[in-house]
């Protein structure tokens, strides 16, 4: 298993950037490949995918929302998990989520379901 510890989310007006962290565990052996993303949920919706990262490759993936403000990066001398997220709109207000699958992001890397481990979130609003 893997634990996933998120921080930096708060509070920013529109236009505003916040730089969210993960950082990650294992507990155990854990596989060769590793995918790790990013979610986020608003009050009454569902789960979606945000940004995802294959860690073996750096190959990214990023919601068609998202494209152009918000950037994945890993640093794995720290094992940690950033998203850089630039001209915040209110839509992207919600908790979000690091979560981790051992093995390739493709097919379908914003499918939430697909993912093991994941974080206790973190919370970001945008007004």
């Known amino acids: 298993d893997v634990q996933l510890v998120e921080s930096g989310g708060g509070s920013v007006q529109t236009g505003g950037s916040l730089r969210l962290s993960c950082a990650a565990a294992?507990?155990?052996?854990?596989?060769?490949?590793?995918?790790m993303g990013w979610f986020r949920q608003a009050p009454g919706k569902e789960r979606e995918g945000v940004a995802t990262?294959?860690?073996?490759?750096?190959?990214?993936d990023y919601a068609d929302s998202v494209k152009g403000r918000i950037i994945i990066a890993e640093d794995n001398a720290k094992n940690t998990l950033y998203l850089r997220m630039n001209s915040l709109r209110p839509e992207d207000t919600g908790m979000y989520f690091c979560?981790?699958?051992?093995?390739?992001?493709?097919?379908?890397?914003?499918?939430?379901?697909?993912?093991?481990?994941w974080g206790q979130g973190t919370q970001v609003t945008v007004s």
């Open positions: 990262i294959y860690t073996n490759g750096g190959i990214s």
């Open positions: 979560a981790h699958r051992g093995g390739y992001c493709h097919p379908d890397p914003m499918i939430a379901s697909g993912y093991k481990d």
């Open positions: 294992a507990s155990g052996p854990t596989d060769s490949s590793n995918c």
